[in-house]
């Protein structure tokens, strides 16, 4: 059974970083992209940040570059997402994905991607 379980989010002050983990099981994700959108309350899911197979090829929504990086650890199906400066507006469930296609996914086509985690809620408060 595939798994895609997230980790590490919380409350934090603006200002403040975290780093988020998603761990992937069930089956050798190693040749996939994996990546990350979020979900604001009242707001459609975005893309934020993904990661080729080979980890040699990142992407970022507009908003988060410079402040977010993203990697992979393929030994162990990890993918991170550091998380620096965060603004108000950066409050979201935060979801993993993986898909075979990276262009999809750095377009933001969140509805043809083929694995989700459950998410894990980043709150930035001032």
């Known amino acids: 059974q595939v798994q895609l379980v997230e980790s590490g989010g919380g409350l934090v002050q603006a200002g403040g970083s975290l780093r988020l983990a998603c761990v992937a099981s069930?089956?050798?994700?190693?040749?996939?992209?994996m990546g990350w959108f979020r979900q604001a309350p009242g707001k459609e899911r975005e893309f934020v940040a993904a990661?080729?197979?080979?980890?040699?090829?990142?992407y970022y929504e507009d908003s988060v570059k410079g402040r977010f990086s993203i990697s992979r650890d393929v030994a162990k199906n990890t993918v991170y997402l550091h998380m620096n400066n965060l603004k108000l507006e950066d409050t979201a469930v935060y979801y993993c994905?993986?898909?075979?296609?990276?262009?999809?996914?750095?377009?933001?086509?969140?509805?043809?991607?083929?694995?989700w985690g459950k998410g894990t809620l980043v709150t930035v408060s001032l």
């Open positions: 994905t993986v898909d075979p296609s990276f262009v999809d996914m750095i377009r933001g086509d969140w509805g043809a991607m083929d694995y």
């Open positions: 069930g089956r050798d994700f190693s040749n996939l992209p």
């Open positions: 990661v080729s197979w080979s980890g040699s090829s990142t």
